[in-house]
């Protein structure tokens, strides 16, 4: 295979040159640099490579181009090489002026570029070349072509295959997924000797795993399922942003912390394709690279963790609290911290669950790894709040016309202005306001969509995929009584919980539930803010607060490091 190319496209000829000696003295063993003076010979040069088949992994640009701005070059990039990431090239001195900064905003914003970085000054530049390998981590993660990549082979995109694909995308795993017939697929399929029922999953090192279990596929990913042990300081129930959160500061401050979770890790996070107002990722993060770095933390400071966990019982247990779980036997703990989010309602369609559930071409949440498959496609989107609108403009970076469609009047009642705006400028999003999807046909994938307007109208549209993204629930319904949740089922926390919800002399805690050393964090809290870095906070708040509790309570406790 040739190898992926480099491209740079830059009229300022000695960055071009500094540049071209940078990135092949370290890349050139593994990538093709081309360097290219304008945008006359770099486009055409873009379409060749797409046609003879050739991957671009990186394109670079000068600001300025021809007389005009460089993201305007870095945006027509795509639509020949889907998965290349673009770099805009700035000059050391425009760093920090606002006039840049507001261009580079308004260029990432409108999807044009990745990000950008600095002409190098003089080797070693190693600020340039951070720049680069992020850029060409980016791409790896995109092409999933990591050396730690896990391959899936199935006979369709849905099913059993589809199941996989999610416990391992839920585990961290960077995957693949290749149909049998497919060139790939009978590759793979012959290197493991055939003849295997599918589907498959093939691990880096060799080992292949016949239609396993979900458990198995955990465990086989490195994923631990045990919780290893009974008695801990704090068991943390969920490991989304809240839960990893708490686990990273209870296991820091010296606390013996469990955190089990009926999937991976990550929750709703890891449906982000880019959360780009969690503070310091300033080119943004996706929700899975953020729940990997985090459980890594929690891991490195020794919380433990148990996956494909359900927990399903709470007691008071003298000065302890027991924990039931759905594979294991109870385990105990001084305090627990409820972490469990919540998850997207299901649209009332006939039809829609069944393709849902094997994942044909109807998904609950953001398209995180369902986008590049859309390329050229016609998809929907369902809901008006922020995450249906960043849900949109990733898509529409691959598909040929993503349509939102929304009961209210206009996007502007539920969605952030920034958002709104990039919709309205992006030529392949249409809004069908006052509009509901009522039916749908396909038998192994979703083929077409009935949709009905406020006037009463209907109307038959193709479809090739559906992401709903249409308010989410908390799942509560397991909780004992003590712990009292509003009538949505969201759970109470300190001043929300009224004297009879509350069965001790002191006051509650902030975020402590009805039942004393049980507190809730993140979105399952009634009056949660939905976003990342409250649930993150929150989880922090939490392991604060079980120190203080420890303290008032007289229990010996592991000192706080604060
Ligand atoms: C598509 C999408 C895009 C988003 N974009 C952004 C964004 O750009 N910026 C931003 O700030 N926020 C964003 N959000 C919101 C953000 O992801 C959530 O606010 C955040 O994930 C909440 O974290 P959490 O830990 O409270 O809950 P969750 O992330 O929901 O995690 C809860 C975890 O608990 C587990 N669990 C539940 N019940 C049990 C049980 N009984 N036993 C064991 N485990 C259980 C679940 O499996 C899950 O892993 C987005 C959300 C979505 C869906």
Redesign the pocket.
Known sequence: MSRPVLLVVDENQSSLRAIEEELRDRYERSYRVACLGSVAEAGPELARLAEAGEEVALVLAGDSLGGAPGREFLAGVRKHHPHAQRGLLIDHSSWGVSSTGEEIFGAMALRQIDYYLIRPIKPPDELFHQSISTFLLEWAHARRVTAHTVHIVGESWSGRAYELREVLG?CALPHTFSLADSPEGRRLVSETGGGEPLPIVVFPNGDVLVDPTNAELTIAAGGPIDPQGREFDLVI?????????AAVYGASEGLRTLV???????????????????LGFPRGIS?RRLAEEAYEQAWVFGARFAFM????GLSRDGDRISVGL?DFPDVSARAVIL??????RQLDVDGIEALALKGAGVFY??P?TEAPAMAGRDVFVVGGA??AG??ALHLAEYARRVTVVVRADSLAAGMSHYLVQQIEAAPNVEVRPRTEVVGCEGEEWLTRLRLRAGDGAAEEVDAHALFL?IG?RP?TD?LPAEISCDERGFIQTGAELDDSAWPLERDPLTLETGMPGVFA?????QG????????VG??SVAVRLVHDLFALDRVDSPSATL
């Open positions: 839920r129930v969920g490991a989304g942003p809240a839960g990893l959160s089990i979770d009926e999937g991976g890790i990550g929750g709703q996070a890891t449906l982000s394709s880019l959360i780009r107002n969690y929700g966990q359900r927990v399903t759905s972490a469990s989010g919540a998850t997207y949440g953001g995180a922020n995450s960043q849900a993204m989410a799942s397991w964090v993140g979105d399952v809290r949660s803010m939905n976003r990342v870095a409250a649930a929150e989880g």
